[in-house]
């Protein structure tokens, strides 16, 4: 099954919160409270996310995190980079020589360009998108994105 860790998903929520303040500083604990994630979980994730400058921090008495850049330019892929790795759907899907059967595998064509089809799904959703309302995703619409993503990479 293809599915997102925990930690992605509340990755999520907390970016997708701090998205919402536009431009306030949160606390973690504001953070926590507005996503009733875990403090210690909150703190561990905006760590990350600050490593990775999706989230900005500022110290002190005033301080507190917010985006580190406009929700529409940060992607749902580049989170699932930053806390979960590269998106592999198989042994092969990213890097070569990771699987003693790919010299003789008839399907790992086939499994790479469904990666790449929806990891450019994935580039195409920003965080403004997952912050917005829910009806401003198109179930269709990505799927008719995925699809012309496969058919360009058949070309």
Request: glycine share 10%.
């Amino acid at each position: 099954m293809l599915r997102i860790s925990r930690l992605t998903d509340y990755g999520t929520m907390i970016l997708v919160h701090l998205a919402r303040q536009e431009g306030r500083l949160c606390t973690a604990g504001d953070v926590a409270g507005g996503t009733h994630v875990a403090l210690p979980t909150v703190q561990k994730i905006l760590k990350l996310l600050t490593r990775a400058g999706l989230v900005s921090s500022t110290r002190g008495a005033e301080g507190g995190y917010c985006l580190g850049r406009p929700p529409e330019a940060i992607s749902a892929a580049e989170v699932l980079d930053v806390l979960d790795g590269p998106l592999a759907i198989t042994e092969c899907s990213t890097a070569e020589g990771q699987c003693e059967l790919e010299p003789l595998c008839q399907v790992s064509d086939a499994w790479q360009k469904i990666n790449r089809a929806i990891r450019a799904a994935l580039d195409d959703i920003s965080l403004a998108d997952l912050a917005g309302p829910a009806r401003k995703l198109s179930v269709s619409g990505l799927t008719q994105g995925i699809t012309r993503t496969i058919s360009r990479q058949q070309q």
